[in-house]
C-alpha cells in the first residue's frame, strides 16, 4: 500500500508549512528517513524525510504552497502502484510503471527492514550520537570488522551539515578537505562554497525559477515610482506574532539603570589573554543573571494557559538574534545549571545557528524568559514586545559612562538601563519591580556570576 507524504507537525503551535521545493522528483527511489523535501515552519527552514522507502509516486503539492500539517502532500510506493485520489485535490504526476515487471517475491521481515534501512547494526552509543548529531547511521561507514558502527564512525561522519554534504558533491569538493567554521569544527554550507573554485559570472543572471529558501519577501513587479513586496516567510510571522502579543497582553514596562562598573571590569578581566571565540559578553552575563533569578522567582516563569497558571520547573532563558531574515529567538535550556562560560559556549553556537537558518523547533520553544539586548546600537531605552507564552522580556540597552559623586570626588561610572516588560494578567507592578531589583543586584555583583 502506497504511504502518504504529509506536512510534519513540528512543534504544538505549528499549524501550516510553506513548501520551498522538492528535493526528489516523480519516479525518483527514496530510502527511508532520506530528505525528499525542504520546507519553511514558522520561523525555520527544514528538511521533511522520506516516511518509508519506495519510489515518489506522485507530487500533489508545488513549490510555494502553505500547506496545513499533516495533510498530505505526495504519495511513495512500488512502481506502478495505485495511489488514493483525494475528492478537490490536483491531480498528481504518477510514475511511469515498466513495461513488464514481474511481482517481486515476498521478503522475510528482517530483509524488508535491511532493504528499507530501518535496520543498521550500531552500538547504542553510536546510535544516541547519531541521534543528536542528525546522522542517518545507514549512510555511515563501519571501521569495525565485523561490520558494525561505533561511536567513532558517528562521529567522523557527523563533522559536516547535510546540506555541505549534498553541495559537495555537487560541486566535486572533498569534504575531508575542507575546514569547517561551524561549532565544534563542523563544515557548512559557506565552507563547501568557498572552498570551491569560482564558476565564471554570467553575462546576465537569470530570474530564478522559484522563491529563494532564505527569502524574507517575495518581488512583485511594480512602476519606476515604487517598489512592492508582499510579506512571506519569517517576516510575516514576526508580524503575527507582534501582532498577537501587542493585541492580547496588558502590558508594563519598568525602566531601571544597574552601575555596571564592576561587571566590565570582571568581564575584562575573564577575557584576558582569550582568544575571541572564547571571549564572555555583556549580553552572557545578563543571561546568567537571568537565570539565577528566573530559579527562585517562580513567578517570573509562570505562564496563562486558559484560567490556570501554570508554572513551569525548567529555567530556559531565550535570546532574541538579529539575522538577515528576521528576528529568531533560540532558548538556552536549563540555564541555572549551566556556568557563564557554558551560557557563552551556548549562546554563540545558537547565534550561528539563527543566521544560517539552522535551529530546531526544540531550539526555539519551552522558554521562561527572554533577553531583547539592542545595547550594540546605543540605544538608551526601549519597550520589547513579549515573546509568548512568557511573562516577561527584558531589553538591555546600551553601556555608557556617568559623572557620580563618590566619598567626594567625582568619578566616572559605566551605567546601563534595564527595561523590564511584563504581562500583567501574571505579575504584579511590585513583584516585577523586585525582579528588576533581583537582576540589578546581581549585575552590581558580578562576582556571583562565577559561583
Not at 94 to 108: F, Q, R, T, V
Request: glycine residues 6%; negative net charge; proline residues 6%.
Amino acid at each position: 500500500m502506497a504511504t502518504a507524504i504529509f506536512m510534519p507537525k513540528e512543534g504544538m503551535a505549528m499549524e501550516e508549512g510553506t513548501l520551498i521545493r522538492w528535493l526528489k522528483n516523480v519516479g525518483d527511489k527514496v530510502e527511508l528517513d532520506e530528505p525528499i523535501m525542504e520546507i519553511e515552519t514558522d520561523k525555520i527552514t527544514m528538511e521533511a524525510e522520506a516516511p518509508a522507502s519506495g519510489y515518489i509516486l506522485a507530487q500533489t503539492v508545488e513549490a510555494g504552497a502553505v500547506v496545513p500539517v499533516l495533510s498530505t502532500m505526495g504519495w511513495i510506493g512500488e512502481k506502478g502502484e495505485q495511489i488514493p485520489e483525494a475528492e478537490g485535490a490536483p491531480k498528481a504526476e504518477k510514475a511511469d510503471a515498466p513495461a513488464a515487471e514481474e511481482a517481486a517475491p515476498a521478503e522475510a521481515p528482517a530483509a524488508k527492514l535491511e532493504a528499507a534501512g530501518a535496520f543498521v547494526p550500531a552500538t547504542p552509543l553510536a546510535r544516541t550520537l547519531a541521534a543528536e548529531k542528525g546522522v542517518d547511521l545507514a549512510h555511515v561507514k563501519p571501521t569495525a570488522a565485523n561490520g558494525a558502527i561505533y561511536a567513532a564512525d558517528v562521529a567522523a561522519a557527523g563533522n559536516a551539515t547535510p546540506v555541505a554534504k549534498r553541495v559537495a558533491e555537487a560541486s566535486g569538493v572533498n569534504i575531508g578537505d575542507v575546514q569547517g567554521s561551524g561549532f565544534g569544527g563542523k563544515v557548512t554550507k559557506a565552507d563547501v562554497l568557498a572552498a570551491a573554485a569560482p564558476a565564471p559570472a554570467p553575462a546576465a543572471a537569470p530570474a530564478p525559477a522559484a522563491p529563494a529558501a532564505d527569502a524574507e519577501v517575495k518581488r512583485i513587479a511594480g512602476n519606476e515610482e515604487e517598489s512592492r513586496v508582499t510579506m512571506t516567510g519569517i517576516r510575516r510571522t514576526i508580524a503575527q506574532r507582534m501582532a498577537k502579543s501587542a493585541s492580547e497582553i496588558p502590558v508594563v514596562m519598568q525602566e531601571t539603570t544597574v552601575d555596571v562598573t564592576r561587571l566590565m571590569a570582571l568581564r575584562e578581566q575573564i577575557n584576558e589573554g582569550r582568544e575571541k571565540a572564547a571571549k564572555v559578553s555583556v549580553n552572557d552575563m545578563v543571561l546568567k543573571a537571568c537565570a539565577m533569578v528566573a530559579k527562585r522567582t517562580p513567578r517570573l516563569r509562570t505562564i496563562l494557559d486558559g484560567k490556570d497558571l501554570v508554572t513551569l520547573r525548567r529555567i530556559n532563558i531565550a535570546m532574541a538574534v538579529n539575522t538577515d531574515d528576521g528576528l529568531l529567538v533560540p532558548v538556552i535550556k536549563d540555564a541555572d545549571t549551566l556556568s557563564l562560560d557554558n551560557i557563552s559556549a551556548q549562546a554563540k553556537h545558537l547565534a550561528a545557528l539563527a543566521k544560517e537558518r539552522k535551529l530546531t523547533p526544540d531550539q526555539m520553544s519551552g522558554s521562561v524568559f527572554t533577553v531583547s539586548n539592542l545595547g550594540m546600537f546605543a540605544i538608551d531605552s526601549f519597550t520589547p514586545i513579549i515573546n509568548q507564552p512568557n511573562a516577561a522580556i527584558l531589553g538591555v540597552c546600551r553601556v555608557r559612562d556617568e559623572l557620580a559623586l563618590e566619598a567626594g570626588e567625582i568619578v566616572v561610572k559605566k551605567k546601563m538601563p534595564i527595561c523590564m516588560v511584563y504581562d500583567h494578567r501574571i505579575i504584579d507592578g511590585a513583584t516585577a519591580a523586585q525582579i528588576s531589583l533581583e537582576i540589578k543586584k546581581l549585575l552590581e555583583k558580578p562576582i556571583e556570576l562565577l559561583l
